[in-house]
């Protein structure tokens, strides 16, 4: 989990690499429907150009299926989803279990300077500064309430975003492996 701008998407990538599982980014699938111009890519473009969600029923959807292909049996990274507390709810409702939540911890400014830096480079249709402005809204409103229920259930382990990519990748990994170690300690004790 992270702010728009944290590095969720690059640290995804990377991170699941390390552990041989996929990394699946509700944007990602989103952003390539629209690039085919697919039924669903029609269905979703001007809401994400907007900065708003997406449907719960649309996106709950979609990761379930993507979660009951064969190459998601031993694991998975999510990037993106749950975004509010109905998607932690169906997530659950799936018999998915997650292990650990990442947050990736990025100071507001720096993920503004980010994000219009990613504007230029990738032209991405979302990466304005209104659109940018409502997405780190709903991120506040919708999104940043699930780090208390996921650090309720003890599974919250933040990482600081700051700096150079590969420094924010051996940081997560360092952090997770602690993390799951701790915990598969604890099981065995
Ligand atoms: P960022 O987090 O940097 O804004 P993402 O690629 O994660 O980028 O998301 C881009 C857009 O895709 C969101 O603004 C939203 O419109 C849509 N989207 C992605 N994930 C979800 C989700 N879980 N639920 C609803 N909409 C989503």
């Given at each position: 989990m992270g702010a728009p701008g944290a590095g969720k998407g690059t640290q995804a990538s990377r991170i699941a690499a390390r552990y041989d599982i996929p990394a699946i980014s509700t944007g990602s699938i989103f952003r390539q429907n629209i690039a085919e111009g697919t039924p669903l890519g029609v269905k979703v473009k001007e809401i994400m150009d907007a900065g708003k969600l997406v449907s719960d029923e649309i996106t709950d959807q979609i990761v379930a299926d993507r979660l009951s292909q064969d190459d998601c049996a031993s694991g998975w990274l999510l990037d993106g989803?749950?975004?509010?507390l109905h998607q932690v709810s169906a997530l659950d409702e799936a018999g998915h279990q997650v292990d650990a939540v990442i947050s990736l911890l990025v100071d507001e400014e720096d993920l503004i300077q980010r994000l219009l830096k990613r504007a230029e480079i990738?032209?991405?249709?979302?990466?304005?500064e209104d659109t940018i402005r409502t997405r780190m809204q709903v991120y506040t409103a919708e999104t940043e309430p699930l780090l208390q229920t996921y650090a309720e259930r003890g599974l919250l382990v933040e990482v600081?975003?700051?700096?150079e990519i590969d420094e924010v990748t051996e940081r997560v990994v360092r952090e997770l492996d602690a993390f799951l170690s701790g915990n598969r300690g604890e099981l065995d004790a």
């Open positions: 989803y749950p975004r509010n990738e032209g991405r249709s979302d990466d304005n600081d975003g700051e700096g």
